[in-house]
C-alpha cells in the first residue's frame, strides 16, 4: 500500500481539480468538502469523491486519516459544495462490517485510489473490513437547523 504524499505535484492537481468542482464541472459525485479546524477555527477545503449507496451518501479517505477527517470527527460535520450549490451535513463515522461494502464501490468508482488500498475489488468482505481501520468512512445526514 502507497503512502499518500501531498507533493507540489499533487496540491497543484487538487488546487485545478477544486477548481473545476468549485465551478461545478466534473464528476457528478465530486465535492469540494470544508470542515473547520479543530484547533485553528478555520475552514479547510479538500475535494473528495462521494459514494452513492442504496439511497444515502457516503464520504470515505482513500488516503487514510488526513486532517479532514479529525476535523470532521471533533465537529460532526461537514459542508459540501459543488458549483453554486453548499450542503450541511451531519456526519457518523460506520463500523469494519458497514464500511467494507462503501470501500468496495468507492475502490470500483476511484481507480486511481488502488494503490493506496491493499485490497482489491476481487477480494472478499474481510479485506475490506480489515481496509475500514486505515480508511475511514463516514454515513451523510442532512443537517437540520
Do not use: D, K, Q, V
Given at each position: 500500500m502507497a503512502t499518500y504524499d501531498l507533493s507540489t505535484?499533487?496540491?497543484?492537481v487538487n488546487r485545478a481539480f477544486g477548481l473545476l468542482v468549485r465551478l461545478g464541472i466534473g464528476p457528478s459525485n465530486a465535492h469540494l468538502l470544508t470542515t473547520i479546524g479543530r484547533k485553528t477555527g478555520q475552514p479547510r477545503t479538500a475535494p473528495v469523491a462521494l459514494v452513492e449507496r442504496h439511497g444515502e451518501g457516503w464520504l470515505v479517505s482513500p488516503?487514510?486519516?488526513?486532517p479532514w477527517v479529525l476535523n470532521a470527527r471533533a465537529a460532526g460535520r461537514v459542508e459540501l459544495r459543488r458549483?453554486?450549490?453548499r450542503t450541511e451535513w451531519n456526519i457518523e463515522e460506520t463500523d469494519a462490517t458497514t464500511a467494507a461494502a462503501v470501500l468496495r464501490q468507492y475502490l470500483a468508482e476511484n481507480k486511481i485510489t488502488a494503490?493506496?488500498?491493499d485490497a482489491t475489488t476481487e477480494d472478499g468482505d474481510s479485506?475490506?473490513?480489515a481496509e475500514a481501520s486505515r480508511h475511514p468512512v463516514f454515513r451523510l445526514r442532512p443537517a437540520v437547523g
Open positions: 505535484s499533487r496540491r497543484f488516503y487514510g486519516t488526513r458549483g453554486r450549490t494503490p493506496y488500498f479485506a475490506f473490513e
